[in-house]
């Protein structure tokens, strides 16, 4: 069964990066998306960035400018380069995959906090 596990998550200063980097124990050939969500201390899930089977990209508006998604399917990796960071930034990220018939995976997370 296919697996997720995210790393690169920590404490940062307001202004400063993180890289979050999903591995997938598995072939990532059939995924037909990948996404990078999170959610901040009660408040509900949100995405924050999508990279889909074509490449192309998506971003919450919160983040659009400051987040870039990537994917590696030579590592099996989509990683996340967050830039500019805020505190309203800070949450537990988790990455998700989609497969067909509406197959999910998903992460355990990676807490990201950002100091003011």
């Known amino acids: 069964q296919v697996q997720l596990a995210e790393s690169g998550g920590g404490l940062v200063q307001t202004g400063g990066s993180l890289r979050l980097s999903c591995v997938v124990s598995g072939s990532m050939f059939s995924i037909l998306s990948m996404g990078w969500y999170r959610q901040a201390p009660g408040k509900q899930r949100e995405v924050v960035a999508e990279?889909?089977?074509?490449?192309?990209?998506k971003y919450s508006d919160s983040v659009k400018g400051r987040f870039t998604i990537s994917r590696d399917d030579i590592r099996n990796t989509v990683d996340l380069q967050m830039d500019k960071l805020n505190p309203e930034d800070t949450a537990v990220y988790s990455c998700?995959?989609?497969?067909?018939?509406?197959?999910?995976?998903w992460g355990q997370g990676t807490l990201v906090t950002v100091s003011s």
């Open positions: 998700n995959a989609v497969y067909p018939l509406g197959v999910e995976v």
């Open positions: 990279i889909f089977s074509d490449l192309s990209t």
